[in-house]
């Protein structure tokens, strides 16, 4: 048991997509404008990332070493793919706020780096488990930073104003986030090596 909730917290700490293992920069830049923004963002790639693990695992057996990486972003695609109507069904204002960086899922290193590092090479359950630490982790950073950049950017957090004026618009811009960016995974890496 203890092995396995290892499993799920390294994907928040030791192994953190965001702050750690400095993947996935693209939807961390772009889509943490705000805390809401940061955390539909996780929660897609999360969705994407434990169904893709449970597949892979599943697959990669019978699936000749030639044509591994061809299969898996197929595997993510078919996933996106569901993952992005669902979205236009159940949630358009969601989709519409996301839109171009749904089916850029497809490509996110995170995704392709955890089939081809841990799926590929575990059982279901425990590459079910690192898709939700690695999902979780990543979820958790991109609301850290749409947190920040929205505090600092307009004086609000999940839309809620508590702040007066509008802030700084350079939080909310793309030299923001890379500020907030980087004042996070050195604050997060100070953290993570005093526990």
């Known amino acids: 048991m203890a092995n396995k909730l290892s499993i799920i917290t390294k994907g928040l700490l030791k192994e953190n997509p965001t702050f750690v ?3 996935g920069m693209c939807p961390t830049l772009a889509t943490t404008t705000s805390a809401m923004n940061g955390l539909e963002m996780g ?3 999360m969705f994407v990332l434990i169904l893709s693990n449970i597949v892979i695992s599943l697959i990669a057996p019978i699936v000749p070493d030639k044509v591994h ?3 898996y972003i197929v595997v993510i695609a078919t996933f996106v793919t569901l993952l992005e109507l669902l979205m236009k069904a159940y949630t358009p204002d969601v989709y519409r706020t996301l839109g171009l960086f749904i089916p850029l899922i497809v490509v996110n290193c995170i995704i ?3 089939a081809e590092a841990f799926a590929s090479k575990n059982g279901l359950l425990d590459s079910a488990l690192d898709g939700i630490g690695i999902g979780i982790g990543f979820t958790l950073a991109l609301t850290a930073i749409g947190i920040v950049r929205e505090i600092l950017g307009s004086g ?3 839309g809620w104003k ?3 004026g509008d802030g700084a618009l350079a939080f909310v811009m793309a030299p923001g986030a ?6 996070l995974m050195v604050l997060f890496n100070k953290i993570a090596k005093k526990q």
Request: proline fraction near 8%.
């Open 21 to 23: 293992l400095v993947l």
């Open 43 to 45: 929660l897609a790639t």
């Open 69 to 71: 990486i061809p299969v």
């Open 112 to 114: 392709l780096g955890r």
């Open 156 to 158: 609000a957090v999940f």
């Open 162 to 164: 508590f702040l007066p």
């Open 178 to 183: 890379f500020l907030v960016l980087g004042y």
